[in-house]
């Protein structure tokens, strides 16, 4: 028994921790490309600041495809189907690809008037944004075809290659963001531009690593395919799962942040430098979230499945409390990081114990709801998730009012809790 809960955890954490060290090194890439601009022109950092938020915020919508492509992709590997499996792989490209040009197309047509005339934006500001928009929306292409390689080396069983692969990714475009940025190295300065010439080299960089492994290794060669059967089977798992998203990470968050900007300046400063160690501390879960999942649907077996998902839990709760424990002893360290203001320092600490509580019980919820979308009940999750998000807004505006900063945390952890404690004897009904 013993033996076999140490391979079960051999087998999460072969998976988890290079996904997991990927987060952590795509967080880097973030950073270093804000911080690179910023340290050439604030204006420049504002404009790669706002024209950087739409980039991510489509990419991770438009990815979504690349969770339903995983749902589907264990389940043909755990019917040792490989035939299958790498026509879903041509297939999802095929999409991924039809995807990313058309939203270039449409990013060239129509971004000029987005900036300018949505976002009134004028000046320098306007044209430093333009540029920046019209470059990164290569990115979206190329990082839809990242995600999908991703999915398909994990349910190989071989997420090493997605860290190799992002860590020359992250190397590659840090040194062409440096020489390109302020032109050095003999090479001309772009400026702002620069920055986004340096994320489309370096995400080239890392689907050639992906391309290498996938032709040497495992001697696929990538085919333009259109099958009915697999785009009808992918887009109704697409669908309920973005839905979802829009409604968790785009719905909840806008009207949240309306509660959060009625408060004090002091109370939102507070709560963005919050959510920025928060945003790394749950890291951990996203990993553990999308490794329990492949594992549970490859395996297809309710006991084993079970025991993959009380591994996970366990060890995404260990390592987020480990997480959370160094940040209280090293507050200075920390949020000093990202802020030298003593006071905001002083602030945060005091309500950090909230934070630790949403995280802690944030992780357990992502990989619940991970595995019941991978076990086929993803409408079920998006019923959930409409429900609990929207009304929550309720309670977390009146506990606002109430007691400020601490009220609306108080309220984000009300809404965790109660979707967990749903999908906890959701999978218990399942079970029996």
């Known amino acids: 028994m013993i033996k076999e809960k140490e391979n079960y955890t051999k087998l999460i954490n072969n998976m988890a921790l290079p996904i997991l060290l990927n987060y952590i090194l795509l967080t880097l890439f973030e950073v270093l490309d804000k911080a690179i601009v910023g340290r050439y022109s604030t204006t420049g950092f504002a404009a790669v600041g706002i024209a950087s938020k739409i980039i991510y915020t489509l990419t991770g919508t438009l990815g979504i495809i690349s969770v339903a492509y995983n749902i589907l992709a264990a389940k043909l590997k755990s019917e040792h189907n490989d035939e299958k499996f790498n026509k879903l792989f041509n297939v999802v490209m095929t999409i991924s690809i039809a995807i990313g040009l058309l939203f270039i197309v449409i990013a060239l047509v129509f971004g000029k008037e987005l900036f300018i005339n949505a976002y009134r934006l004028k000046g320098e500001i306007a044209v430093f944004s333009v540029d920046y928009f019209y470059i990164s929306s290569f990115t979206v292409l190329l990082n839809l075809a990242t995600f999908i390689f991703s999915v398909y080396f994990r349910n190989q069983q071989n997420t090493k290659v997605s860290f190799y692969s992002t860590f020359v990714a992250t190397v590659i475009n840090i040194f062409f963001d440096i020489s390109l940025v302020y032109g050095k190295f003999g090479f001309k300065e772009f400026g702002v531009k620069g ?13 050639l690593v992906y391309i290498f492994v996938l032709i040497k290794k495992y001697k696929l060669k990538f085919v333009f395919s259109f099958d009915g059967s697999c785009i009808k089977k992918l887009f109704k798992l697409y669908v309920p799962l973005l839905f979802q998203d829009f409604i968790e990470a785009t719905v909840f968050v806008m009207m949240l942040m309306a509660i959060v900007s009625r408060l004090s300046v002091s109370d939102i400063a507070s709560f963005n430098l919050l959510e920025s160690i928060g945003s790394l501390i749950i890291l951990p879960a996203f990993a553990f979230a999308q490794s329990s999942m492949t594992l549970a649907i490859q395996y297809n077996k309710k006991e084993i ?69 991978g076990i086929g009940h993803e409408k079920f999750v998006l019923k959930i998730t409409s429900i609990i998000s929207i009304t929550s807004i309720i309670w977390i505006f009146a506990l606002a009012n109430l007691y400020g900063l601490n009220g609306i945390y108080v309220g984000i952890i009300i809404n965790y809790l109660i979707c967990v404690i749903i999908y906890f004897f959701k999978i218990r009904k399942v079970n029996n």
């Open 195 to 207: 920055a986004a010439y340096g994320s489309v080299i370096g995400l080239v960089a890392g689907i």
């Open 305 to 373: 499945s079970n025991k993959i998902l009380t591994i996970a839990t366990f060890e995404t709760v260990f390592l987020i409390t480990l997480l959370c424990i160094f940040v209280i002893f090293n507050p200075k360290l920390t949020f000093g990081f990202i802020t030298k203001d003593g006071h905001l320092i002083e602030k945060s600490t005091k309500i950090f114990w909230l934070v630790i509580i949403i995280q802690i019980i944030n992780s357990i919820l992502q990989i619940l709801k991970c595995f019941l979308q």
